[in-house]
């Protein structure tokens, strides 16, 4: 479903990603690991085509096409979303009106009779992430997300922010999202193959998915990859330094 | 009616307005006082019809009355609700009662500029509405100014009485026709808010490139009495220069200015709202949202605060959508009293390019990203606009094409 080669991007005036390589293939959740300010973020703006994000060598390419010089929009529409760590405040834009648009009066209109599955019933008449709790943010971009439904997701650090109450649903939802086979939350008989990739640093987001592969990145190149499960037990025991060392020795084993 | 000192007054036929550029009134002919006579809204002819709509005017259900004039005299007027609310002419209320002398030329100085002195020395008729104490008005009544032929000058004088405990909506739309665009349209607008009273005035405008406009406001306010004035500009416009003054002079009087504005290639824009706050525990707010394309915008805000307790706050937001034009926010705060809280807040900028791409990565393209935020600031700006607007704004702002 997605392949990169060799990306290079450089964001905020210095390179970021040195030459990554990924490939993730159609209904595979992928887990990215990596201390702060290793790139993870700036991978996800990349391929969400965000201006923030300069690709100076390398491609991107998505469903069979290169998607490395097209807009936001048109990746959008080619059915990659993004539910961002920070999403900007939208000052006067209603978020039932943002949701209503993203549904684009098709199918997912549905979406609107089901906000308060996503416990956003009062935020419909609110601006866009202005004066949002670190829930509410990951709530509302959730159902954002259901009413675009995306056949591959971006989420950077879905759980951060969220009371340990609120998680419950905001995993739901995402769980939802990736492998519910129904569209915008509706059930139905299309068969969905949705794929993701997905930031964590704490891995509590893999109580509810089940992630295939687990990606360590660091200094802007992937470093090392497994199943998430292991990865993980390894960076809780060892920290990142030590678990990418000790992979890469058994790599060249 | 003539109680000021005409020579004074014909003197001030000299004075240019305080702001905006200079207009030659004489290069205009006075408009007819005898326009065609519309019974029935739904009866006029359909360009007028059109032109009507397109600043709210629209059928004569879910409102009160409708008062309407072209170029210079009154060309319908309907009331459905004459138990508690009264429309008539300038003329005809001044003929029928001795007392409406009382309220003319009192809110507004007929030397104040050239464009007050003529609407003065003309004795220019206008619509009149008054609220009888305690009344409360169901539905909103409309007025409409439209300026029918070319090269005309219109001067209207309009007198707004609110009494005693009373309220109601005012929706008034002014307008040219695609013949007429090359005129000066001078509306001025005295307003008298007895204590307790409410009044939310809006008023759209819709001209033409050339068109030269000089509204000039003043209202009155009361003891608990609460204002508050809507401006919508999002058509092109010539030369545009406005500044209406609400005077808080009852314990506890509010005052709200809203004001949405575009200033597009070749528009002139100088509007905004003044506050003066003379009695204790008043309050006001001056809010404006404009978008230069283009075009030069000055948006002023100007709160004086006379009186302790007073509390006033002033916002003045713009968004600049292309190179060229200029833009000018001018938030001025004044007082010469120690327990005053008086704050403003001025932006003007781009549109975040975070905030389109954000909307863009849920498959939006980028003009309708730019349309959508632009609709929210602007609307943003009015808290409780009148639903029959809201139709009105989207149709401008979707004409204006903001998104490109």
């Known amino acids: ?253 | 009616m003539q109680k000021q000192d005409s020579e004074a007054v014909k003197k001030a036929l000299g004075k240019a307005g305080a702001y905006g550029e200079d207009i030659d009134i004489d290069r205009f002919e006075a408009g007819t006082r005898n326009p065609e006579a519309i019974d029935d809204i739904a009866d006029a002819d359909s360009s007028l019809r059109e032109t009507m709509s397109h600043v709210g005017v629209t059928s004569e259900e879910e409102r009160s009355g409708t008062i309407v004039f072209i170029d210079n005299g009154m060309s319908h007027c309907s009331n459905r609700e004459q138990e508690g609310v009264e429309i008539l002419s300038t003329r005809q209320a001044f003929e029928k009662y001795d007392w409406v002398k009382d309220y003319m030329w009192n809110a507004m100085s007929p030397e104040k500029d050239k464009y007050t002195a003529k609407t003065y020395l003309e004795e220019s008729d206008g619509y009149f509405i008054r609220v009888k104490k305690g009344y409360k008005a169901r539905h909103p009544v409309q007025t409409c100014m439209l300026i029918k032929r070319n090269k005309t000058l219109q001067n209207l004088h309009n007198i707004i009485i609110m009494e005693e405990g009373s309220s109601l909506e005012i929706i008034t739309g002014c307008s040219t026709t695609h013949s007429s665009g090359d005129s000066l349209h001078v509306g001025v607008s005295e307003i008298y808010l007895q204590d307790d009273s409410n009044l939310q005035f809006s008023m759209i405008h819709s001209w033409g490139k050339e068109t030269s406009v000089r509204p000039r406001t003043a209202a009155t306010i009361g003891k608990g009495a609460s204002y508050t004035n809507n401006y919508i500009l999002l058509n092109p416009v010539g030369s545009l220069q406005s500044y209406p003054v609400s005077s808080l002079n009852g314990e506890g009087a509010s005052c709200t200015f809203n004001t949405m504005c575009l200033a597009e290639k070749g528009s002139n824009v100088d509007t905004g709202g003044i506050a003066v706050l003379n009695a204790s525990g008043t309050n006001a707010q001056i809010m404006s949202r404009s978008i230069t394309k283009g075009g030069r915008m000055i948006a002023r805000g100007r709160l004086v605060g006379n009186a302790p307790g007073a509390k006033a706050h002033l916002e003045c937001r713009s968004l600049v959508l292309e190179d060229g034009g200029m833009t000018l926010a001018i938030p001025e705060l004044e007082t010469s009293v120690a327990d005053v809280e008086m704050t403003h807040e001025a932006a003007v900028g781009k549109i975040a390019r975070d905030q389109i791409e954000y909307l863009m990565s849920r498959g939006l393209t980028e003009d309708e990203a730019i349309g959508m935020i632009v609709r929210g600031f602007l609307a943003g700006s009015i808290e409780g606009l009148p639903q029959s607007l809201r139709k009105e704004i989207d149709e401008a702002i979707e004409k204006a094409n903001l998104g490109s």
Do not use: W
């Not at chain 1, 992937?222 to 060392?245: H, N, Q, V």
């Open chain 1, 1 to 253: 479903m997605l392949e990169i080669k060799n990306l290079h991007v450089r964001a905020g005036g210095r390179e970021i990603l040195k030459g990554i390589d990924l490939t993730i293939p159609d209904g595979h959740t992928c887990v990215l690991f990596g201390p702060n300010g290793s790139g993870k973020s700036t991978l996800l703006a990349a391929i969400m085509g965000y201006g923030s994000t300069e690709i100076t060598e390398g491609r991107i390419v998505f469903k069979g096409q290169d998607i490395t010089r097209m807009s936001v929009d048109e990746r959008a529409k080619l059915g990659i979303g993004m539910m961002m760590q920070r999403p900007p405040n939208v000052t006067g834009v209603k978020l039932g009106d943002l949701v209503k648009a993203t549904a684009g009066g098709g199918d997912c209109e549905g979406v609107l009779d089901k906000v308060d599955t996503f416990g956003m019933d009062r935020f419909m008449d609110r601006d866009v992430n202005v004066g949002f709790s670190g829930g509410e943010l990951k709530r509302s971009e959730l159902l954002q997300l259901t009413a675009q439904q995306p056949d591959f997701v971006l989420l950077d650090e879905p759980e951060s922010g969220v009371d340990i109450e609120s998680m419950a649903l905001v995993g739901q939802k995402v769980r939802e999202l990736l492998y519910d086979n129904s569209v915008c939350g509706v059930k139905s008989n299309v068969n969905r193959d949705v794929s993701s990739l997905v930031i964590t640093h704490t891995g509590q987001i893999l109580d509810y998915i089940g992630a295939d592969t687990a990606y360590i990145m660091k200094d802007g190149t992937i470093r090392c990859s497994g199943r998430p499960a292991d990865i993980l037990k390894d960076i809780r025991e060892k920290g990142y330094r030590e678990c990418i060392e000790c992979r890469s020795r058994i790599v060249k084993l």
